[in-house]
């Protein structure tokens, strides 16, 4: 089964590496609110490079579908919640009144440090959990992919208006 899913990963991943235009022909084929189903039906379609970059990095005999579909989504999936504990205090901060904008300045100022630091334990915990699934080699490649995609993982999943 392991064998089976690894073939149909390497066929996806040798579609996606084909450029822009094959994306583009893979979207018009399936709506951006459905992916592929080869990959995961339920994964968001901003989500597929990332895991296609995933794929690449680690080698598609380290990493099953559904362990790359769960990494991924559970990093995708704790961004949002980072930002909207921020937006919302920028939100008080848009309507509080003179008087009170200090001290939403200063609320806004305490919880961007504590996401700021959740993040950074967020991303030690998965480098760790890394270290343990995957084989020492592949941890120095998974560190530095992390590292280098941050920006990436920080924008969190894209929303088609």
Same mark, same amino acid.
């Given at each position: 089964?392991?064998?089976?899913?690894?073939?149909?990963?390497?066929?996806?991943?040798?579609?996606?590496?084909?450029?822009?235009?094959?994306?583009?022909?893979?979207?018009?084929?399936?709506?951006?609110?459905?992916?592929?189903?080869?990959?995961?039906?339920?994964?968001?379609?901003? @989500?597929?490079? &990332?895991?296609?970059?995933?794929? #690449?990095?680690?080698? +598609?005999? $380290?990493?099953? %579908?559904? !362990?790359?579909?769960?990494?991924?989504?559970?990093?995708?999936?704790?961004?949002?919640?980072?930002?909207?504990?921020?937006?919302?205090?920028? @939100?008080?901060? &848009?309507?509080?009144?003179?008087? #009170?904008?200090?001290? +939403?300045? $200063?609320?806004? %100022?305490? !919880?961007?440090?504590?996401?700021?630091?959740?993040?950074?334990?967020?991303?030690?915990?998965?480098?760790?959990?890394?270290?343990?699934?995957?084989?020492?080699?592949?941890?120095?490649?998974?560190?530095?992919?992390?590292?280098?995609?941050?920006?990436?993982?920080?924008?969190?999943?894209?929303?088609?208006?």
């Amino acid at each position: 089964m392991k064998a089976i899913l690894n073939i149909l990963f390497a066929l996806f991943l040798m579609n996606i590496s084909l450029g822009q235009t094959s994306q583009e022909k893979i979207f018009e084929d399936n709506p951006p609110h459905q992916p592929p189903a080869i990959f995961a039906a339920s994964m968001p379609p901003c @989500l597929i490079g &990332v895991a296609n970059q995933y794929g #690449e990095v680690l080698g +598609v005999s $380290e990493l099953t %579908l559904k !362990e790359a579909k769960a990494f991924i989504t559970e990093v995708h999936a704790k961004v949002p919640e980072f930002k909207q504990r921020v937006r919302k205090l920028e @939100l008080q901060l &848009v309507q509080a009144s003179k008087d #009170e904008k200090y001290d +939403v300045y $200063e609320k806004l %100022l305490r !919880e961007l440090s504590e996401v700021k630091i959740e993040a950074s334990l967020f991303h030690e915990s998965l480098v760790k959990r890394a270290r343990k699934k995957f084989m020492p080699k592949d941890v120095g490649i998974l560190d530095r992919f992390i590292v280098n995609n941050q920006e990436e993982f920080m924008k969190g999943p894209k929303l088609n208006k």
